[in-house]
């Protein structure tokens, strides 16, 4: 397996992203991941769990990532942006909000907007990383790793519902 930079991440995150049909449901289906990855990133800053952290903050570039090859994005233009931009309050409705007006009432997502608050996102992972010392990219190769253990081939319904977390659990430390 080769290693995961910010440069390749993109890439190597497609293998697993599944199609449900539209443009429109997958980019609610990523809001909807960011929304619960965070909220499980939560739970490791509130149990003071680093290997929880780390494992969540990848989980939240997955979707970030796939969001970019479903809206035509560039993960690596995101991440380098946000190392340019100061940390502003952030909150995910507004991802969210754009997600839902595309699917619910048929409006041409804003990719600009689109961008800006993924920017934020990034930037926001990012004092996350260094908050709790490590690498931005560390959490983007122990996420690959995951899902290779996970997905040995590809995406797979039966794969998802059918997890050895036990195996899982050794590619995170």
Same mark, same amino acid.
Not at 2 to 13: A, F
Not at 77 to 106: C, I, M, N, V, W
Not at 124 to 142: C, H, K, T, V
């Given at each position: 397996?080769?290693?995961?930079?910010?440069?390749?991440?993109? !890439?190597?995150?497609?293998?697993?992203?599944? #199609?449900?049909?539209?443009?429109?449901? #997958?980019?609610?289906?990523?809001?909807?991941?960011?929304?619960?990855?965070? !909220? %499980?990133?939560? %739970?490791?800053?509130?149990?003071?769990?680093?290997? @929880?952290?780390?494992? %969540?903050?990848?989980?939240? @570039?997955?979707?970030?990532?796939?969001?970019?090859?479903?809206?035509?994005? #560039? /993960?690596?233009?995101?991440?380098?942006?946000?190392?340019?931009?100061?940390?502003?309050?952030?909150?995910?409705?507004?991802?969210?909000?754009?997600?839902?007006?595309?699917?619910?009432?048929?409006?041409?997502?804003?990719?600009?907007?689109?961008?800006?608050?993924?920017?934020?996102?990034?930037? /926001?992972?990012?004092?996350?990383?260094?908050?709790?010392?490590?690498?931005?990219?560390?959490?983007?190769?122990?996420?690959?790793?995951?899902?290779?253990?996970?997905?040995?081939?590809?995406?797979?319904? !039966?794969?998802?519902? @059918?997890?050895?977390? #036990? %195996?899982?659990?050794?590619?995170?430390?």
């Amino acid at each position: 397996m080769t290693d995961t930079t910010i440069e390749n991440y993109q !890439e190597r995150t497609m293998r697993t992203m599944t #199609d449900l049909g539209s443009k429109e449901v #997958d980019g609610a289906h990523m809001v909807i991941g960011m929304v619960t990855e965070v !909220e %499980e990133m939560k %739970e490791g800053v509130f149990n003071k769990d680093k290997v @929880n952290i780390r494992e %969540e903050h990848g989980d939240c @570039n997955w979707y970030i990532a796939n969001t970019c090859n479903i809206y035509d994005l #560039d /993960f690596k233009e995101l991440y380098a942006k946000s190392l340019k931009q100061e940390f502003t309050k952030f909150s995910l409705g507004p991802l969210a909000d754009l997600h839902k007006r595309e699917l619910a009432y048929g409006k041409e997502m804003d990719v600009d907007l689109l961008e800006k608050e993924l920017v934020k996102f990034v930037k /926001f992972l990012s004092l996350i990383a260094a908050s709790y010392d490590f690498e931005y990219e560390e959490s983007l190769q122990i996420n690959i790793n995951k899902l290779y253990k996970r997905y040995p081939e590809k995406f797979s319904n !039966e794969a998802a519902l @059918n997890r050895d977390l #036990d %195996e899982e659990y050794k590619t995170l430390t």
